[in-house]
């Protein structure tokens, strides 16, 4: 049954269906209580569970997950509930992203002082742009138009740990997926004046800058970059100067994302076409990554 209209006893069944697997985080977040691996007992599948105390950042999140349930580089909501068994606790059942986040894959590469192969940087950006461009304008893919009536989401909190991995067992790259949708915000709804000015002032091109930034850390390995958006009045130093140890493309990329006058930065739209244009004639040439990678 989807979205939980079920009983308090048909709910506590559903409840009962799943049991902890292990700990993946303890909650980190503002207001999140713990994310958990679980299996469905009847047929072994491996889920999340993200509890978090009920607030509006727990509403914001289920609003924007609930509207974007049909895209491939964003992670799936299952279900949303009061926990049965944690009153002012909610749970959220999404899909497990077996290869975690980001972060952890910089942290890795890091260690092994490894510079990732320029292919799946291109595979990364592109998925990233495609979810950035659904969430602001409902397109689905490069070839799609724009719905009549789209709710824009911006999300707001792009950054290395907020993106997943999800192995793919069609292809050689894993699925690259944007979550925690805890600070995003919706047109359309309404939330605490605290948060709405904040919330206003940060466009879709704010989730451009913190995209072009995660690319950036990706490439070079590190967490050196600021992702707080200049226009949020963050003093910015750290743009992009370009790089010799890339392509063009990527350099020109990089740059249209990091551009400092947010009226003048590329659109998630425009990259994501761009991105895929640059590609097209190129042969995909998927170079096998270490295992260690996925951690
Ligand atoms: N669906 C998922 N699959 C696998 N790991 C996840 C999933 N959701 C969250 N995580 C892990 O938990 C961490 C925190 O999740 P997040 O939703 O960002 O919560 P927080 O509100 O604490 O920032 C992520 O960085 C990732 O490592
Ligand atoms: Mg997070």
Same mark, same amino acid.
């Given at each position: 049954?989807?979205?939980?209209? *079920? ?23 503002? !207001? ?7 299996? *469905? ?20 999140? $289920? ?5 974007? *349930? ?6 799936? +909501? ?5 926990? =049965?068994?944690?009153?002012?606790? %909610? ?16 942290? *890795? ?22 979810? +950035?461009?659904? %969430? ?27 993106? +997943? ?27 605490? #004046? ?15 800058? %913190? ?17 707080? =958006? ?5 003093? !910015?130093?750290? !743009? ?13 990329? +990089? ?7 947010? $009226?003048? &930065?590329?659109?998630? $739209? ?7 244009? %640059? ?6 040439? &998927?170079?096998?990554? #270490?295992? /260690?990678? /996925?951690?």
């Amino acid at each position: 049954m989807p979205f939980s209209q *079920r009983s308090t006893m048909d709910q506590l069944s559903y409840w009962n269906e799943f049991e902890r697997v292990k700990e993946i985080s303890r909650g980190q977040g503002i !207001c999140n209580n713990g994310i958990y691996l679980i299996r *469905r007992r009847r047929d072994d599948a491996r889920f999340v569970l993200k509890s978090v105390g009920i607030s509006e950042i727990a509403e914001a999140e $289920k609003e924007a997950l609930s509207y974007l *349930r049909s895209h491939d580089s964003i992670v799936k +909501l299952i279900d949303a509930f009061v926990a =049965p068994t944690r009153p002012q606790t %909610m749970a959220f059942i999404m899909e497990y992203c077996d290869y975690g986040s980001l972060h952890s894959l910089i942290n *890795r590469i890091n260690r092994h002082n490894y510079r990732l192969p320029e292919h799946f940087i291109w595979h990364a950006f592109c998925s990233l742009s495609c979810g +950035l461009a659904y %969430m602001h304008y409902g397109i689905t893919d490069y070839r799609s138009s724009r719905p009549a009536h789209w709710r824009r989401i911006v999300h707001r909190d792009i950054r290395p740990a907020n993106i +997943l991995l999800k192995s793919d067992r069609h292809h050689r790259y894993p699925r690259v997926l944007i979550a925690d949708f805890g600070l995003a915000h919706m047109s359309g709804l309404t939330y605490h #004046p605290q948060f709405n000015g904040e919330r206003e002032r940060f466009s879709g091109r704010g989730d451009v800058w %913190m995209l072009g930034c995660a690319m950036v850390d990706l490439i070079l390995g590190t967490s050196g970059m600021t992702p707080i =958006p200049p226009e949020l009045g963050q003093d !910015c130093r750290d !743009c992009w100067a370009p790089s010799g140890e890339i392509s063009s493309g990527l350099n020109l990329a +990089l740059e249209a994302c990091l551009t400092i006058d947010n $009226k003048k &930065r590329v659109s998630s $739209k425009d990259l994501m076409l761009g991105l895929v244009e %640059m590609r097209q004639g190129e042969r995909p040439k &998927r170079e096998r990554l #270490p295992e /260690w990678i /996925w951690g």
